[in-house]
């Protein structure tokens, strides 16, 4: 096979790829070398705005195949069939740090999921903790202002972190999960992932369920400390991408099982607190897990930057039997996820290989038109409006989900108050399940922070959190940070 011409953008073949075309040898350059002047410009638009949260990622594709029968609560297509296997896109990330921070670093991991379905892709976009600091949308820039490298000293600040969290006793919960051992993953293949949200199921009678989705790794959860942590991230900055991708080159294919937890819609309003409160578990004792499925990741990317960087997930690419629920922060997402990604990647991303809709046959059908890199073949005599007297597409008047009731008057609200709504319980409780060993580092990792917080009333309302989680988590902690402080 003969070897290829090098050429530029427009075709045309390239003479000389090593030397600038010049005014006589060692004379200025000339403006009319385009290849030069496309090469230069191009390269200095390489770059896109990179996410503002999870900006440092990995991805690989896989499949998602059920395993068990599922139809008695959603008449979603791709749960249809034990045995039915999905195309996915998996991204993982880190959240607080930039696109070029360090993989082995104390963070939440997002877990984003693209279910290439029959009926149109379905993202569930989560995390590897089930719970999150906030549970209304109103505080996250804030928050993640406060968790972000500050604007004078660029870096991130103790002072910033903790003093939002003094303000936020609702974070206390994700803080003993951010703080304890499972803070630092060994691995993306290491961790289990979560939907964190409640969704809604609907079957094919119209009974409604709301869902949260538990996926567990079957490689088994392994971590780092902080020391391990530290020196792994100056070693190999990459080292979770480094892990993903070799492991699955050398054929050694990570994968995790779905399980859901259900709750009739019937039973939420009476539930002892709030079942939409993304800040508090389902217990396990009220909710059983029920096993779905089994997702294997096995194919890598061949480009990052096409496939992963410019991989959108939005927490409203909804199919028909999976819904929202009433929960505030979910509520949010809906919009500011999409609304990211059309500032990131302009209004048509959804017509990038990884966004498109692979499964749907004739791919998307909508009366969307033009923008910046529009691809889409629709022209000649197709319409772009609707309704029209042609053959264009047509709704269905089906709904995706079943409609969720409301009442009262608008205006700014507090969620509504459950018998058992609290924002230390479940972080006490989580505590207590630690052995000896994982509470002296938990109390080890927040010391370590909060001891270089300089405002006293910000210490003190910390403290005040973990003593009204548990008062043995609260003693140890405010002894550490004594400690820490007189040295």
């Known amino acids: 096979m003969s070897q290829r011409v090098l050429t530029t953008e427009s075709g045309a073949p390239v003479a000389d790829n090593q030397n600038s075309a010049s005014a006589g040898i060692g004379g200025p350059l000339l403006i009319q070398d385009q290849h030069l002047i496309e090469k230069l410009a191009r390269f200095n638009r390489e770059r896109i705005p990179e996410r ?59 877990f984003a999921l693209k279910f290439y379905t029959e009926e149109g892709n379905y993202d569930l976009v989560g995390n590897n903790t089930p719970v999150f600091f906030i549970k209304d949308p109103i505080k996250f820039p804030d928050f993640i202002h406060s968790q972000k490298r500050d604007p004078f000293t660029g870096r991130q600040e103790p002072d910033n972190v903790f003093d939002f969290w003094a303000h936020s006793p609702e974070a206390t919960h994700q803080i003993t999960w951010l703080m304890g051992d499972r803070g630092i993953p060994a691995s993306y293949r290491h961790m289990d992932g979560f939907g964190s949200h409640t969704y809604q199921w609907t079957n094919a009678k119209g009974e409604s369920f709301f869902v949260k989705y538990h996926f567990k790794t079957d490689q ?76 294997v990741l096995d194919r890598n990317p061949d480009n990052v930057f096409a496939e992963v960087e410019q991989a959108a997930f939005s927490p409203n690419n909804f199919v028909p039997g999976i819904g929202p629920s009433p929960d505030k922060m979910l509520q949010g997402r809906l919009f500011a996820y999409a609304d990211a990604h059309r500032y990131r990647l302009g209004v048509n991303h959804t017509q990038l290989a990884v966004n498109a809709p692979k499964a749907v046959p004739g791919g998307a059908a909508n ?109 140890r902690v405010e002894e550490a940070v004594r400690a820490l402080r007189e040295d």
């Not at 999870?54 to 690989?60: I, L, P, Q, V």
């Not at 896989?62 to 996915?88: C, M, P, S, W, Y």
């Not at 000649?380 to 007297?389: D, F, G, I, T, V």
């Not at 409609?403 to 009262?408: A, F, M, Q, R, T």
Request: include cysteine.
């Open 367 to 475: 009366y969307g038109r033009d923008g910046l890199m529009a691809s889409n073949p629709q022209g000649r005599y197709a319409k772009n409006y609707e309704p029209n007297s042609y053959d264009g597409p047509a709704e269905t008047g089906t709904p995706l989900a079943a409609p969720l009731p409301v009442s009262g008057h608008t205006g700014t609200h507090e969620a509504p108050l459950h018998t058992k709504d609290d924002h230390f319980v479940q972080a006490g409780a989580l505590y207590r399940l630690m052995s000896e060993d994982e509470k002296q580092r938990l109390v080890a990792n927040i010391a370590g922070g909060l001891s270089q917080v300089s405002r006293n009333d910000v210490v003190e309302k910390n403290l005040a959190h973990f003593h009204a989680a548990d008062p043995d988590y609260g003693k």
């Open 220 to 295: 088994g959860i392994r971590c780092l400390t902080a020391d391990e942590a530290a020196k792994l991230a100056g070693e190999d900055p990459t080292s979770h991408q480094t892990d993903l991708v070799q492991a699955i080159e050398r054929g050694v294919y990570p994968s995790w099982t779905l399980h859901v937890q259900l709750m009739p819609v019937a039973e939420a309003a009476n539930y002892r607190f709030n079942p939409f409160d993304v800040t508090k578990v389902w217990p396990h004792a009220d909710y059983p897990l029920k096993r779905v499925g089994r997702l």
């Open 52 to 110: 503002v949260v999870h900006a440092r990622g990995s991805g690989a594709y896989g499949h998602f195949e059920v395993t068990d029968d599922v139809t008695g609560f959603t008449h979603a297509d791709f749960l249809n069939t034990v045995g039915k296997r999905t195309e996915v896109f998996l991204r993982f990330s880190t959240v607080a740090d930039s696109l070029g921070g360090a993989d082995a670093v104390r963070d939440p991991r997002g």
